[in-house]
C-alpha cells in the first residue's frame, strides 16, 4: 500500500469519476481537479492509493503559508487535508489510515474538518477539536493534529 502524488490529467480525472457514486458531493474533488487542469497547474495537491490498477483511495492535501494559521503555536506552515475518501468497497482496510499516516510524515501540524460520521476514524487518527472560534472557523468545526513542539493556539490570541 503506497501513498502516490496523483497528476493533474484526463487519466486522474476518469478515476475521480467512481468516487462520485459512493461519496457526498461535497467530497467530489472532479471540480478542483477539472480547475487545476484547466488553469495548467502541475503541482498536484492530489494524492492517492491504488489497489492494482484501481484507485481507491484519495485526498487533497495543501499547504497553507504561516500568515494564515489561526490554529497553531508556534505559527507556521500547515497543511490542510480535505476529501479524504475510500471507495466503500474498500474501507476498513487501512488505506485511509495509510493517507493520513502519509500527510503526518511531512511533520507539519494538519487541520481537516470531519465529514458526517467520520469522527471516530479522526479521534484513532489522533486529531482533536478546536476550540470553536465563531469568525475563524465559520459554521465548521475541526479537527486538527499536532506534531511534538506544536499546541493550539490561545484564546487571547485568536481574539486579537
Known sequence: MTVQKLSINYKTLEEFKQ?????????SMLED???????????????????GEKLVA????????????????PKQDYLELWKLE?????????????????????GLPIKTNPRVKSDAFWTKMGFTPVHYNMERDLGENPLVWYPEGVSAQSSEELDA
Open 58 to 73: 484519495r485526498m487533497s492535501l495543501y499547504r497553507k503559508d504561516k500568515r494564515f494559521d489561526q490554529y497553531f503555536e
Open 86 to 106: 475510500v471507495i466503500q468497497k474498500y474501507q476498513n482496510k487501512g488505506f485511509g489510515r495509510e493517507l493520513v499516516e502519509f500527510a503526518k510524515s511531512f
Open 33 to 51: 481537479l477539472q480547475a487545476n487542469i484547466i488553469e495548467n497547474d502541475s503541482e498536484s495537491p492530489f494524492y492517492g492509493i491504488y489497489y
Open 19 to 27: 468516487f462520485r457514486e459512493y461519496g457526498l458531493q461535497e467530497l
